[in-house]
């Protein structure tokens, strides 16, 4: 068991740092469409509020949690291993 904390414990900072490196480059790329969107159609207005609310609606959106899958991946991957050589 300690082994396998040895592993993991690491491997857990390892998955935090990408997944937190992601997550601001998803942001940025998504702050940037908003941004060309906005020029391209010309709206006029506060355009830092349309970016916001642009990032607030995708705060919420499916996409940005499939980012976790940075952690269910790896560690489901992990678990199955440990159990086909441990159970099978």
């Given at each position: ?20 490196g992601v997550s601001i ?14 020029e391209k159609k010309g ?17 919420g959106s499916f996409r ?25």
């Open positions: 068991m300690f082994v396998a904390l040895r592993f993991l414990i690491p491997l857990f900072i390892l998955l935090t740092i990408l997944y937190v480059y998803s942001r940025r790329v998504r702050r940037g469409k908003l941004i060309a969107h906005w709206m006029t207005g506060d355009r830092d509020a349309f970016i916001q609310r642009g990032l607030k609606k995708y705060d940005r949690k499939l980012i976790l899958g940075i952690y269910v991946v790896p560690l489901g991957l992990i678990a199955i291993l440990i159990y086909v050589s441990n159970f099978m």
